[in-house]
Each structure stands twice: as structure tokens, then as C-alpha cells.
């Protein structure tokens, strides 16, 4: 089989397919490498302590033994049922064991008493242990990239129903602006976020999350920092801006989430300065935005819509998505890309 894309990754970890033997989960979003490989790992032994049907190993017990990943594969358990075999490598050093398994599942010499899952970081197009998996009809690849707005509301709504919980479309909106691309942070705070609102178990009835509660629950940490960053680009604060995208790397932020931070706030400003050509005030263009400028902030903000004309406004946005491109690219600086995009539009303003 291919690299499975789009729907057929979610079908797939929704529903174990017995024909596939030999799994490969890789890409640069580590949290969402976890939770997939861990879903497909529940359906064949739900209990990851259990000695007989789960069996992790490392690189360093494949080293110097490439053929045990096979053996253990291919064991029986003592408590009879499937068996997880699972490696989480680095690079390709596992591509020697695993290319013993396939080989042995092509040539069917090999009955696997389970599934053999392999977790990998991020993988190369070039890479033997990625290409292996890709061209055998019986193994496949799942690629888990960088989650986009669009992921990130569809899993805090999922959390939320079940928890008996539901958005105001405000406090969503502001959620994924403030969390980012990594799907375990952003689980990891929609949790929190739950905790916060407390699990439908404690609860008495249905509940709703407003902007407060994403406020008090998220802005404290990796967001706050990040929205430091795109205020001070805003202002053309350039010691700030460095202080401020410093502390968001320090808090776990990635570059692409406080590039996307800076976005948000000249999309609204260009939202806000569109309003005001047609003849709004400043006061009525901010209200209208959503969500709308917070009290404490109206009157920076009302000092950038004085800064930034619509056509600044234009290039600025065209420098970040240029950085965002450039930061996706593999291998490239994403944190001096994004750095050095956002001290360009500092010194636009004058």
C-alpha cells in the first residue's frame, strides 16, 4: 500500500484492518504520531502493561539483533490473542529489522500473531524506513502532519460533546487561535479546559464554555506569549518582540503558532480598518470583530488602526505567510524564518 492520506488515515485508525500486519505512524507532529499509534494499539491489546500481548522495544535492542522485531512478531502468547509489537525509532535506524519483517510477510514465511507498529519522527521523502513501508502491499504508512485550525476545532468540539459540553462560537474561535500545531498540546489543554468546567460526571447538566473560561484556563500560558509577540509587532516594539517570542518558544509554542498569532491580529486589523472605510468608528469596528477587542486593549488597538493603513496592512500579512511557507519546509530554521519575519514588519512602522 501507499502513504494513506486524508479520510483513509481516519478510517484506518478508527478500524483495524487484519490484512495489514506491519504499521509505520510518522511525521513532524509527534503528539498526534502518539495517539494514533496508541489508538491502533488498543484494538489489538487494550491494556499496554500486560507482558504477554504488548511488547515494546527500542533501537538499541534491535542494534546488534535486526531479526528480533521479526521473532517477536511472528511469537505466540502464553495468554493466547494478538500481540502488539511496537518501536518507537529515530531516523531510520529500524529500517534493517522492519525490512525483515516485510520481507517476511511478501514472502509469507512470517505469520504475525498481532501487528508490528513502528513510531517515527519525521521521515524524508528518502528515507529507507518510510519508502519500505510506502511500496509493500502488506505494511502501510500513516503521515501525521502539523494540525490546522480546522483539526483543532474539530477535536475541542468532540472533547467538549462528550463532556456534555458546548462553545460559544467566540470562545472556540479564540481557542484555536491560541493553541497550536502539536495534537498532544492541544489535547493537553483542551483538558485542562474540561477539568476547568469540570468533567460532565461532577457536573449537574449540560454546560457552556465562554471566552472567560478560555482566558483563565489558556492565556497564562503558551498563548500569552505569543499574543505578547504579535502586539508588540503591531507596535513596532522590537525588544519586546524578541523578549516576547523567546518566552513563547520557552513555553512550548512552535514557530508556526506565533506566526499564525501575529496573522490573527493584522487579519483583524485589516477586518477592522475595512470597516472604518465604510464608515464605521473605530469604537464600532473593533465591537464588530470576532471575538470582539477586550476593554483593557481597545485603546492599543485603536493606536494600530491609526499606525497601519490597509495597504501596510496587506504586506505585512504577505511577509507572514511568506515565513509560514518557508518555516514548513523541512529542515529550514522555522524559529529565525519566523524571528526575522516579524522584526521586518516591526520596522514598518514609523
Given at each position: 500500500?501507499?502513504?494513506?492520506?486524508?479520510?483513509?488515515?481516519?478510517?484506518?485508525?478508527?478500524?483495524?484492518?487484519?490484512?495489514?500486519?506491519?504499521?509505520?505512524?510518522?511525521?513532524?507532529?509527534?503528539?498526534?504520531?502518539?495517539?494514533?499509534?496508541?489508538?491502533?494499539?488498543?484494538?489489538?491489546?487494550?491494556?499496554?502493561?500486560?507482558?504477554?500481548?504488548?511488547?515494546?522495544?527500542?533501537?538499541?535492542?534491535?542494534?546488534?539483533?535486526?531479526?528480533?522485531?521479526?521473532?517477536?512478531?511472528?511469537?505466540?502468547?502464553?495468554?493466547?490473542?494478538?500481540?502488539?509489537?511496537?518501536?518507537?525509532?529515530?531516523?531510520?535506524?529500524?529500517?534493517?529489522?522492519?525490512?525483515?519483517?516485510?520481507?517476511?510477510?511478501?514472502?509469507?514465511?512470517?505469520?504475525?500473531?498481532?501487528?508490528?507498529?513502528?513510531e517515527g519522527g519525521d521521515l524524508s521523502k528518502s528515507s529507507k524506513l518510510r519508502?519500505?513501508?510506502?511500496?509493500?502491499?502488506?505494511?502501510?504508512?500513516?503521515?501525521?502532519?502539523?494540525?490546522?485550525?480546522?483539526?483543532?476545532?474539530?477535536?475541542?468540539?468532540?472533547?467538549?460533546?462528550?463532556?456534555?459540553?458546548?462553545?460559544?462560537?467566540?470562545?472556540?474561535?479564540?481557542?484555536?487561535?491560541?493553541?497550536?500545531?502539536?495534537?498532544?498540546?492541544?489535547?493537553?489543554?483542551?483538558?485542562?479546559?474540561?477539568?476547568?468546567?469540570?468533567?460532565?460526571?461532577?457536573?449537574?447538566?449540560?454546560?457552556?464554555?465562554?471566552?472567560?473560561?478560555?482566558?483563565?484556563?489558556?492565556?497564562?500560558?503558551?498563548?500569552?506569549?505569543?499574543?505578547?509577540?504579535?502586539?508588540?509587532?503591531?507596535?513596532?516594539?522590537?525588544?519586546?518582540?524578541?523578549?516576547?517570542?523567546?518566552?513563547?518558544?520557552a513555553a512550548g509554542a512552535s514557530p508556526i503558532g506565533a506566526v499564525r498569532s501575529?496573522?490573527?491580529?493584522?487579519?483583524?486589523?485589516?477586518?477592522?480598518?475595512?470597516?472604518?472605510?465604510?464608515?464605521?468608528?473605530?469604537?464600532?469596528?473593533?465591537?464588530?470583530?470576532?471575538?470582539?477587542?477586550?476593554?483593557?486593549?481597545?485603546?492599543?488597538?485603536?493606536?494600530?488602526?491609526?499606525?497601519?493603513?490597509?495597504?501596510?496592512?496587506?504586506?505585512?500579512?504577505?511577509?507572514?505567510?511568506?515565513?509560514?511557507?518557508?518555516?514548513?519546509?523541512?529542515?529550514?530554521?522555522?524559529?529565525?524564518?519566523?524571528?526575522?519575519a516579524a522584526l521586518r514588519i516591526a520596522s514598518m512602522v514609523s
Open positions: 500500500m501507499t502513504a494513506l492520506k486524508g479520510k483513509a488515515i481516519e478510517a484506518f485508525v478508527a478500524k483495524r484492518d487484519h490484512a495489514i500486519a506491519a504499521i509505520l505512524v510518522y511525521g513532524p507532529d509527534l503528539g498526534l504520531v502518539r495517539e494514533r499509534a496508541d489508538k491502533i494499539a488498543a484494538q489489538v491489546c487494550s491494556d499496554f502493561k500486560d507482558p504477554f500481548n504488548y511488547v515494546e522495544l527500542a533501537d538499541a535492542d534491535l542494534k546488534s539483533d535486526p531479526s528480533r522485531l521479526a521473532d517477536e512478531a511472528a511469537a505466540l502468547s502464553m495468554m493466547g490473542g494478538d500481540r502488539v509489537v511496537r518501536i518507537r525509532t529515530s531516523g531510520d535506524s529500524a529500517s534493517a529489522a522492519a525490512s525483515l519483517v516485510i520481507e517476511g510477510l511478501e514472502g509469507g514465511h512470517l505469520k504475525p500473531t498481532g501487528i508490528v507498529l513502528v519508502k519500505l513501508f510506502e511500496k509493500s502491499k502488506a505494511a502501510v504508512a500513516l503521515p501525521c502532519y502539523a494540525d490546522g485550525p480546522a483539526d483543532v476545532r474539530s477535536i475541542a468540539q468532540s472533547v467538549a460533546r462528550s463532556e456534555d459540553l458546548r462553545f460559544e462560537p467566540d470562545a472556540l474561535d479564540l481557542l484555536v487561535v491560541l493553541l497550536g500545531e502539536d495534537r498532544g498540546v492541544s489535547r493537553a489543554e483542551i483538558e485542562k479546559l474540561v477539568l476547568y468546567k469540570g468533567p460532565k460526571a461532577v457536573r449537574d447538566g449540560p454546560a457552556t464554555i465562554v471566552v472567560d473560561d478560555i482566558r483563565a484556563v489558556l492565556v497564562d500560558t503558551v498563548s500569552d506569549a505569543a499574543s505578547d509577540a504579535a502586539a508588540a509587532t503591531a507596535d513596532g516594539a522590537s525588544a519586546r518582540l524578541a523578549r516576547a517570542l523567546h518566552r513563547s518558544a501575529i496573522q490573527r491580529e493584522f487579519t483583524r486589523l485589516r477586518a477592522a480598518r475595512a470597516a472604518m472605510a465604510g464608515g464605521a468608528s473605530a469604537e464600532a469596528a473593533m465591537a464588530r470583530l470576532r471575538p470582539p477587542v477586550f476593554f483593557m486593549e481597545k485603546r492599543a488597538f485603536e493606536a494600530r488602526l491609526k499606525r497601519w493603513t490597509p495597504a501596510k496592512i496587506d504586506k505585512a500579512l504577505s511577509i507572514l505567510l511568506e515565513a509560514e511557507l518557508a518555516a514548513k519546509s523541512t529542515g529550514s530554521p522555522s524559529a529565525e524564518i519566523v524571528e526575522r
